[in-house]
């Protein structure tokens, strides 16, 4: 059955570094997204990305924030300058339609 | 905006015995309703969504749900549970002008032998 990968499934980074978290999504979906779950807390949307561009994102989504398809297989999110309240569970997503989502195993990000 | 609302934040119950968790949502517009099982350590695992057609819904595991758009309700069920089933369960819910997943805080089910 096909899957979400994400890689790598642990990170940890100093405060001020930049982190790039890599995902391969279903090779027939269209719609790719970010959530990210701080420890203890509901996941929270971060961004959508759709015929390559951000369909939508949310308030968490800030410049610090980006994401890249750069070769039609792999999407990244990257965090330029990582702060502690950064540490979390990232997940990938994509789905075949608009709103549904099917999910990786998430990426822990720890940031020290 | 759209919100999830899971009504139980821990739910204890015996194998073998029935459960239900408990979700209820708000939204303005026509919504797409979905229930993902995390366990420990673990991804999302979607176990079952309502996009529209029949109110009853079936996934995997043995789980059901029915929608009822007048008590806008989506609330998960299980006949018979097995210790297999202990972990975190997340109501989400997204709308037709939306493209994210609004998520409740999830019901961790404990099966007990």
């Known amino acids: 059955e096909p899957e979400v990968t994400q890689t790598p499934s642990h990170q940890v980074t100093q405060m001020g570094q930049e982190v790039i978290l890599r995902c391969v999504p279903i090779?027939?979906?269209?719609?790719f997204y970010w959530y990210r779950q701080i420890l203890g807390q509901k996941v929270e949307f971060l961004v959508s990305?759709?015929?390559?561009?951000?369909?939508?994102k949310s308030e968490i989504f800030d410049d610090q924030f980006s994401v890249e398809r750069p070769d039609g297989s792999n999407f990244t999110l990257k965090i330029r300058s990582t702060k502690l309240e950064d540490s979390a569970m990232y997940f990938c997503?994509?789905?075949?339609?608009?709103?549904?989502?099917?999910f990786g195993q998430g990426t822990r990000l720890t940031v020290v | 905006a759209q919100s999830v609302t899971q009504l139980d934040s821990q739910v204890p119950v015996f194998e073998e015995a029935p459960v239900e968790l408990r979700c209820n949502y708000s939204?303005?517009?026509?919504?797409?309703l979905f229930w993902y099982v995390q366990y420990p350590n673990q991804g999302l695992q979607l176990l079952l969504k309502?996009?529209?057609?029949?109110?009853l819904v079936k996934g995997i595991n043995g789980f059901e749900a029915e929608f009822n758009k007048s008590q806008t309700s989506f609330h998960l069920r299980k006949p018979s549970v097995h210790i297999s089933d202990t972990a975190e369960y997340f109501c989400?819910?997204?709308?037709?002008?939306?493209?994210?997943?609004?998520f409740g805080k999830g019901t961790k089910l404990s099966v007990i032998p």
């Open positions: 090779s027939n979906h269209l719609y």
């Open positions: 309502y996009l529209s057609g029949s109110t």
């Open positions: 939204s303005s517009v026509s919504v797409y």
């Open positions: 989400a819910v997204s709308d037709q002008a939306s493209y994210q997943l609004t």
């Open positions: 990305f759709y015929n390559n561009e951000i369909s939508e």
């Open positions: 997503a994509s789905g075949p339609a608009r709103g549904e989502a099917f």
